[in-house]
């Protein structure tokens, strides 16, 4: 019984006082950050400062990137965009209706990250439409990483004042 126990100890499904979900949310963003538009944004800062080869890559792997996401949209988009919303709906009402902290939690994790792969589609389809090269590109990427990361922060505040409202408002040590 003691396993039983220390194993849903360990998963607390009480998600904001868990440090499992604050770290899986600190790796969401800083990830997403990072590869945009799945390209890893080290590849941009060496395309700028070294050019040449380094740039001829960055262009090759945007592009491919960029073709992949518009083929995905333009052939599974709608079944993408009615699963998320369908989940992120059971999300949303388990979370705020019937007052789960758990589909709360999940809800304030996947919904701004839904967001961000509609901004990589939206890039996707601007870059397909005209393409960009050289330096241009990396000020494209450049820019849509600074959204990602402003996305990301205000995903970030709204989650943290949500988790402690929820934290105060839960009874301490059961009494209440």
């Known amino acids: 019984m003691d396993l039983y126990q220390n194993i849903f100890r360990l998963i607390d499904l009480r998600s ?18 990072h590869y945009v538009m799945g390209v890893p944004f080290d590849m ?10 380094a740039l001829a890559d960055l262009e ?21 965009v009615g699963v998320t919303a ?36 939206l890039a996707a389809r601007r870059l397909e439409a005209a393409p960009l090269e050289g330096e241009a590109l990396c000020d494209f990427l450049s820019r849509q990483r600074l959204w990602v990361q402003l996305l990301g922060a205000i995903a970030i505040f709204v989650t943290a004042v949500w988790g402690v409202m929820q934290l105060l408002l839960v009874p301490v040590l059961g009494t209440g």
Do not use: D, H, K
């Open 86 to 121: 369908a989940c992120l709906t059971v999300l949303a009402m388990l979370g705020f209706v019937y007052r789960i902290q758990l589909g709360q939690a999940l809800f304030l994790l996947l919904a701004p990250a839904a967001l961000v792969g509609l901004l990589g589609v």
């Open 16 to 33: 904001f006082s868990n440090i499992w979900y604050w770290i899986v949310l600190a790796l969401m963003w800083s990830s997403l950050s």
């Open 60 to 80: 090759t792997l945007v592009r491919v990137q960029a073709r992949r996401r518009v083929r995905i949209a333009a052939v599974a988009g709608p079944w993408i």
């Open 44 to 53: 941009v800062v060496r395309a700028r400062r070294r050019g040449g080869e």
